[in-house]
Structure formats: structure tokens, C-alpha cells
């Protein structure tokens, strides 16, 4: 294999003389074999250009010609003097080789000027030169006087001198008869021999980046401006041509095109036909003996690109409809292919905790060694629901046996908010599993955006890698293609598709896990894989879905998606499914999933009086153990002084039972409570602190209406009326308020639909419904802590004015609205040709409706009245 940097010392030798001294001269008659000739460079260090000046021996005859060069070579022509000829030599060069110096060297010349530094006489056979002067026998009586290489033609050519009754026509063919004879082949194509032709036009030096190719266009122009050249038939070109080669066509110009000038394309099976043709026929002028009319033809002949017609390309680029879905099928496929195995073997190490450090060994014994090595788990804080869990013991138990047994429905968890629901089940149910899956639906509900959603979901179940900034992306791709062809890529994938993709690989994942304790010794080796699931409930992992319908109606896909997959995976047998909601309308939406199974619910609600105080007192004793450690810690490296030791503050717990009864059993008020308690404050007052902040909450959410929140689904007034209501009865029967003209004639565009409304309070935590056979039966307040609090803000007189005359605002629009359309009635039966018995009960029925209105509409202005003058005494 020939290196670039050889090949490029082969391709030119710059500056060399067809005679190298002391070897025999290519130019001059043979008699002058022996003659010895001098090698002279001219100044101007131009490749090829000061080809020989010859000087002749003083025992010859042969002519000195010290300054031959080329005349024209800024106009990219070859001068020509009588008795010259030029001839082009073909296959000197490999084709293609300029294009190796293409970015850097701008003609042959700086080509040329570089490979001298390659100028040796080890070339041997390889020099181009000795290829020229091989080629040219030396019995024949011509002289070489320059050679002018053309790297991109492969070739070079060669400018001769002959005797005067010798004329071109003779050199031309005794030279290619010799060539015949003894053919001459270069090093680098060994089954191509050389040839040589006459130049019979005038060739164009161009050193523009055009290359060979065996498409010729000719084009004929007039040898002079104002003559008017003749398109010639295809006969002619023939003629003229076939002497370079065989020619596989000739095309003339459509008879209806309107380029110019006229032309024809010519196209020869060799590009090295092709070159010879170019090169020896541009500049060719047809006389009107051969038919190039009466002033003559002159050919312009140029390389044309010969289009490729690749079959396969373009039925791809014109079936779009049919090529842009199969490619996205195959983009997918081999997107699960080599994705879906990585991303099932992270979802396993999620479900097995692989990663988890506080479950490692390492962990564990440090953890058994130190007695307190932990990391954000307080122990003080585990310790003190020993109380709640005790409590809650049978539904601990109930739980586990669930889990124990073989089960195809779904376990469901319900309770409100801070009733310790996960707690509960992820620290009592299920201490001491290993494959456990905790998916929390509130964070994936509240993302924002496709690929919030499918990012948080992925994080969940531990599905990685996830590309979900891919899908925006293939959207536009999906647009672009969609308004170019009129055609869907499909490239991008909906919402609902990539869910379905991470939750099919994510029960996957939960069967392979249920069944990697499975081995080949057990007395259960012969059953099926779903066989072995039935019968090993202990194995199957528990994935527990928190928050499950946190918002309710909102993003209704999520859950849909979520409770089909939950469906599929308790069928299968691959994992037990616990449901921990708020939502008493759960049901509605796992029915849709299992339609034929009856669930296993669970019901948390708020504790005792009696646990609650215990609650809180072993939370206040966990507290002083704590506080007791630290100052122990604390004596052992300060004095033993009395001024130094750190005095615990007296805690007094009087009247803390009327304070639990007020403050209710939730576990989260609970806590809150207990930390104030732990600093020495007194019960009631803390109390009252609470019972203010809370009340103050519930203004901000809830009736002055700055929350921001524009998809709530219900009004100021509608809170304030069941505020009110509530602070005087705790129970309010569910249909009484939806009778109320709030509720069923609201003003507000978001809070028409009464119901509606009281499903977003309840949502919302302000109120809680009761159910009693599958219908909503009571309303109450959201958890015992929002009673008192509704209690305190009735008293408050310019709050209670404030939102009364708002309300009554609005039951007087409502009243005006009712009026005003019975007025309309009346007049149009008053506008009737004449009364009829027929009108006159409905007219009464009008008139009695409008004294009605009239008089509510008297007696809320009145209250108005009282209200307002209440707004301006009070602050």
C-alpha cells in the first residue's frame, strides 16, 4: 500500500526537463540519442513551466532554446508556434489525485511547488516523467520542448516540435501506432496502457474545482463575437468523437428548450475516453466542410455530474405515508429493545431497596452496636406512637393477614388527612418486607406539563432512563412531518401511552421480583409460574399507592391509569396493592377496574379522648427523655456548678382534657400540640394560639378569596354560609344545604353546580361528608380543630358582617334577577289583543311571585343596612 505522501512524490516532479542528464533526450531527431543536454530552472519557479531549455552539443546540430516556456499563462491557454504540436497524454496521473490537496493548494502550480520537496531519483518506473518519456519512442523525429501536467485529467500535456513537412495529423498517428505496438502501462493501473492524442482544439488550463466524470456537455458557440454558430446533428458528434472511445449516447438539446447557448450531452462508458475527448476537442472549430455552418462552430465542452438514480431513495422519499411509520415503528422497537431490559433491572433495584443504605448490613450493625446510629429517624419519635399502635392493633393485624393470604382485590386504606394512614401501614403493616413499592400520586398530580407528570411517575417506580424532554421534541418532529407530507409520524407518544410503557414494565419488573426467591430444591419446582404465585402469597411484593385521588376529578387519566394497572398486577398474582385515600369517593374509580370484586377496606378516623391525651403525653415524656440525654451530655464536658446546670422548665397540664376534647384525635394536631406543650406552655393557651392560626388559615384560603386558586369550585359566600352554619349546629343535613339560594342560585360563574362545590370544600379539607348507603348524608366540619375554629370566627362581628352582607348581596342579585324576569313575562301578556280567563291565573300567579320579591328584596336591604352601619363602628 503506497502512502499519500509517495503517491504525491509520483504524481509530479516540478521543475524537471524531459531530458535528465546524462540520459538520452526525449526531444530531438533519434540520430541525436548520444547528444548530452543541460537541465536549466527558470526564476520564476512555476511547475512544469520552464519545462527544457535545451542546449545543443557542439557535435550536433540540434537547436538551443534557452527561453521556451509558455506564453499565455495567465489566460490558462498553451501558445502554440509554427512546428509545435501539443499532445495529451492520458493515464500519467491516478484520477482523483488533486482532490487530495484539494483545501489546501489552489492550482497544479502550488501542487507542484510542494512536491518538490519529494524530488529524488529513487522514483525509478513511478516517475510520471519517465512514463512520458517511455511512452514517446525515440525514433521518432520530435523534440519535447514543455510539458504541462493536469492532475485532475489524470494526464498531461505535451508540446512537441517536428520538422516542417512533417504536420500534426502524421505525428498523431505514428505515435499512437507505436503506443499500439508497445503499449506503455504506468505503475498504478497496470491494465490501462497510455495514449496520446492530438490536441486539435484549444485546451483551458483551469484549475476551478471541476472533475472528470464520462458526461460531456458540448457546447457550440461562435469562434468569433457576431458570427452565429449551428447546432450539429448527432451524426456529426459522432464523427467527430469516436475516435476517443466508445460512446454510449448522445443527447441533443430539446428542440423546445430555450437555454443558450445550444448543446448536446455526450456520454462515453470510460472516463478516461471522456478526458481525452475534453481535453483534446475544447476549442475545436467546426469548419463548414464539416458542417459548422458558414462562420463555423467552435465546441466549449465542460464535465457534467451524471445523476444517480437510486431506486430505493426514492421510493422512500415519495411513499412518505407509508416510509415515516414504519421507520418510527422501528425507532420504538429498538428503543425497547435495548432500554426496556435496563429499565426493568433499576425498577427491580427500587422494589428490593438494593440501593438503600439504612438496609444494608453495614447499616445494621452499626444500628445494633450503637443502640441510637440513625439517619433523620428519630427514635424518640417511633416510641411515641407505641400508643397509637396499640390503639390500632386489630387493623394492624387485619392488615398483615391480608397480606398473609391469597387475595385478588385491592386493600384500601381510608382516613383523612394526619389520621396516619401511611405510617400506619409502611412502618406496622409492613415492618420486615423487603420488596416493597410506594408510588405517592400527589406529587405525580400536582407536576406540571406531559413530562413533569411522566418524570415523577418514573422517579416513583425507579424507571430509568427516562428521555421525557424527548416527547416535546418529538412533537415538533411530528408537526413538521405532519404539515409537509399531510401525514402523522406518530413519532411523539401521548400521555396515556408512555403511562401505559412505565407501568407494563414496572409489573414486569414485580413479577420477576415475586418470583426470584423461586428455586429449582423447592417441593413447588413443577408448578407454573403463576401456579407458584397463588400458591406463595408471602412472595409476592406490596405496592402501596398513597394519596391515591388526591385532587379528586382533576387529571381523572393518572388515577384511571394507575387503578387498571393495580387491577392487572393483583390479578396476576404479581403483588398485593393497598390503596391509602381521603377520598370516601374512591370507589368509584377502582369499580371501573375491578368491577366484580368487593374491597378490603380499612378505616382510620380519629382517635379516642382517652388515646389522644396518651398520645400526647408519651410525645411530651419522649420529648424529656430526649432533653434529659443532652443535658447529660452536656454535664460531662462543663462544670458541676449550680449556676451551669441547665433547669428543665415546669410544665403544667392543667385542663388538658378539655383542650384534647376540643382539639380532636387527628394525629398531625396532635403532634403540634405536644411540641408546644414541651416548651412549658400552658395548655389553653396554646390552645387558643392554635385555634387563632387556624382560623386565621381558613379566612386566607377560603373567604377572602386571594388564594389565587382559579379552578376551585366554589365561591366565598358558599364557605361563609357553611361556616356560620356549622359554628351554631356541628351537623347540617346535606340536602338542606343545597337548598340554600347560595348553593342552588349562585352568582358565581365557577360555583353554579351546588354540589360541586361542596365536593371541592370537602377536597379541600374545609368540611367533611358523611355517607350512609352510597349518598352523601351530613356535613361537618373538616376535623375537630376547623369546629372551634368556626366558632371563633362566628364572633367575630365585622368578619360576620363583612361576609353576611356579601351573602346577602348576592340572594338580593338573585331576587332582582327572579323579578326581572317576571316582569318581562307581564309585559308581554299585557301586550296579548285581549285577556282571557285563561291568562288570568297566570297573571296572578305573576303578580303574586313579583309582591314576593318585592318584599325579600325590601327586607335584605334592611339587613344590608344594619350591616354596613356595623362595618363603619367596628374595627
Not at 504540436?85 to 487530495?100: A, K, Q, R, Y
Not at 444494608?360 to 397509637?388: C, D, H, M, P
Request: glycine content about 6%; proline content about 5%; some cysteine.
Amino acid at each position: 500500500m503506497i502512502s499519500s505522501r509517495r503517491l504525491a512524490a509520483l504524481a509530479v516532479r516540478p521543475g524537471l526537463n524531459p531530458c535528465i542528464a546524462s540520459r538520452p533526450c526525449l526531444s530531438g531527431l533519434s540520430q541525436h540519442r548520444n547528444t548530452r543536454h543541460e537541465l536549466i530552472r527558470h526564476p520564476s519557479n512555476r511547475a512544469w513551466e520552464s519545462t527544457l531549455a535545451v542546449k545543443e552539443d557542439p557535435k550536433s546540430n540540434a537547436n538551443v532554446n534557452a527561453n521556451a516556456q509558455l506564453e499565455d499563462k495567465d489566460s490558462g491557454h498553451i501558445a502554440v508556434k509554427p512546428n509545435e504540436t501539443v499532445l495529451f497524454f492520458d493515464n500519467i496521473f491516478p484520477l482523483g489525485l488533486s482532490s487530495l490537496f484539494w483545501r489546501p493548494f489552489k492550482t497544479d502550480r502550488d501542487v507542484a511547488d510542494l512536491l518538490k520537496r519529494f524530488d529524488n531519483s529513487t522514483l525509478g518506473i513511478m516517475d510520471p516523467i519517465r512514463l512520458v518519456k517511455n511512452a514517446i519512442p525515440q525514433d521518432m523525429p520530435i523534440k519535447v520542448t514543455e510539458i504541462v501536467p493536469r492532475l485532475k485529467d489524470g494526464g498531461a500535456y505535451v508540446k512537441v516540435r517536428h520538422e516542417a513537412q512533417m504536420d500534426s495529423g502524421q505525428v498523431e498517428e505514428t505515435l499512437a501506432q507505436k503506443l499500439r505496438q508497445k503499449p506503455v502501462k504506468p505503475w498504478f493501473n497496470p491494465f490501462k496502457r497510455i495514449k496520446a492524442r492530438l490536441v486539435r482544439g484549444t485546451p483551458w488550463l483551469e484549475d476551478l474545482y471541476r472533475y472528470p466524470s464520462s458526461l460531456l456537455k458540448v457546447e457550440f458557440v461562435p469562434p468569433h463575437p457576431g458570427s452565429s454558430p449551428v447546432e450539429l446533428p448527432e451524426e456529426t458528434l459522432y464523427g467527430l468523437f469516436r475516435r476517443y472511445g466508445k460512446i454510449a449516447d448522445i443527447v441533443p438539446q430539446p428542440f423546445d428548450s430555450k437555454v443558450t447557448p445550444r448543446y448536446a450531452n455526450i456520454t462515453f462508458p470510460s472516463t478516461r475516453d471522456a478526458i481525452m475527448a475534453r481535453n483534446c476537442m475544447h476549442g475545436f472549430i467546426v469548419t463548414e466542410d464539416l458542417g459548422g455552418g458558414k462562420d463555423g462552430t467552435k465546441f466549449r465542452m465542460s464535465y457534467e455530474k451524471r445523476v444517480k438514480s437510486n431506486s430505493i431513495w426514492n421510493w422512500l422519499s415519495s411513499h412518505p405515508r407509508i416510509v415515516i411509520p414504519v421507520v418510527a415503528a422501528l425507532i420504538a422497537g429498538i428503543s425497547v429493545v435495548i432500554f426496556d431490559p435496563i429499565r426493568e433491572f433499576f425498577v427491580k433495584l427500587h422494589i428490593q431497596h438494593s440501593l438503600r443504605f439504612t438496609d444494608s448490613r453495614i447499616y445494621q450493625w452499626f444500628k445494633a452496636q450503637t443502640g441510637n446510629f440513625s439517619f433523620g429517624i428519630k427514635k424518640g419519635e417511633q416510641e411515641g406512637l407505641k400508643t397509637v399502635w396499640k390503639h390500632r392493633s386489630d387493623l394492624i393485624d387485619q392488615l398483615r393477614n391480608w397480606l398473609d393470604g391469597s387475595s385478588d382485590t385491592f386493600i384500601v386504606v381510608t382516613g383523612p388527612k394526619g389520621s396516619g394512614k401511611a405510617e400506619m401501614v409502611m412502618d406496622q403493616g409492613l415492618a420486615g418486607r423487603k420488596n416493597v413499592l410506594k408510588i405517592d400520586c400527589k406529587p405525580i398530580v400536582e407536576a406540571r406539563g406531559e413530562t413533569g407528570t411522566i418524570r415523577r411517575l418514573a422517579t416513583a417506580v425507579g424507571y430509568r432512563p427516562v428521555f421525557s424532554w424527548a416527547n416535546s421534541l418529538s412533537s415538533m418532529v411530528d408537526l413538521a412531518v405532519q404539515s409537509t407530507t399531510g401525514v402523522k409520524a406518530n413519532f411523539s407518544e401521548t400521555l396515556e401511552s408512555q403511562l401505559n410503557k412505565i407501568l407494563h414494565v414496572t409489573g414486569a419488573a414485580l413479577k420477576d421480583v415475586a418470583l426470584s426467591d423461586r428455586s429449582r430444591k423447592d417441593k413447588d419446582a413443577a408448578l407454573s409460574e403463576d401456579a407458584y404465585l397463588e400458591a406463595h402469597p408471602e412472595q409476592r411484593p406490596v405496592v402501596v399507592i398513597d394519596n391515591f385521588m388526591h385532587k379528586g376529578e382533576e387529571k381523572t387519566i393518572i388515577y384511571d391509569k394507575i387503578a387498571e394497572w393495580a387491577a392487572s398486577v393483583v390479578q396476576n398474582n404479581a403483588a398485593h396493592v393497598i390503596f391509602l385515600t381521603r377520598d370516601t369517593s374512591f370507589s368509584k374509580s377502582l369499580s371501573k377496574a375491578l368491577p366484580d370484586r368487593v374491597f378490603r377496606t380499612l378505616s382510620l378516623g380519629d382517635l379516642e379522648p382517652d388515646i389522644a391525651k396518651n398520645y400526647v403525653l408519651g410525645r411530651i415524656d419522649d420529648h424529656e427523655r430526649a432533653d434529659d440525654k443532652k443535658h447529660e451530655k452536656h454535664e460531662k464536658h462543663e462544670d458541676k456548678d449550680e449556676e451551669k446546670k441547665v433547669t428543665r422548665p415546669k410544665r403544667s397540664l392543667k385542663g388538658l382534657d378539655d383542650c384534647i376534647s376540643t382539639l380532636g384525635g387527628r394525629l398531625t394536631d396532635l403532634e403540634f400540640f405536644a411540641r408546644r406543650l414541651k416548651t412549658g406552655s400552658d395548655p389553653k393557651e396554646t390552645l387558643e394560639e392554635i385555634i387563632d392560626e387556624s382560623a386565621t388559615d381558613i379566612v386566607k384560603m377560603f373567604l377572602l378569596g386571594k388564594t389565587g386558586d382559579t379552578d376551585r369550585k366554589w365561591s366565598t359566600q358558599q364557605a361563609w354560609v357553611l361556616v356560620k352554619a356549622l359554628a351554631e349546629n356541628p351537623t347540617l343535613r346535606y340536602h338542606q344545604v343545597l337548598l340554600q339560594p347560595t348553593f342552588s342560585s349562585s352568582t358565581s360563574p365557577s360555583a353554579k353546580d351546588g354540589e360541586a362545590a361542596l365536593e371541592g370544600l370537602s377536597g379541600a379539607e374545609l368540611i367533611s361528608i358523611d355517607f350512609h348507603r352510597g349518598r352523601p348524608q351530613a356535613i361537618k366540619a373538616g376535623k375537630p380543630l376547623h369546629q372551634a375554629a368556626f366558632m371563633m370566627l362566628a364572633k367575630d362581628q365585622v368578619l360576620r358582617a363583612k361576609m353576611d352582607l356579601s351573602v346577602l348581596s348576592e340572594v338580593a342579585k338573585v331576587e332582582a334577577k327572579s323579578l326581572e324576569a317576571v316582569e318581562k313575562e307581564l309585559v308581554l301578556l299585557g301586550e296579548l289583543p285581549r285577556q282571557t280567563g285563561e291568562t288570568s291565573g297566570r297573571i296572578s300567579y305573576l303578580l303574586k311571585k313579583l309582591d314576593d320579591s318585592q318584599q325579600k328584596i325590601v327586607e335584605l336591604e334592611k339587613e344590608m343596612g344594619l350591616l354596613k352601619k356595623t362595618l363603619k363602628q367596628e374595627y
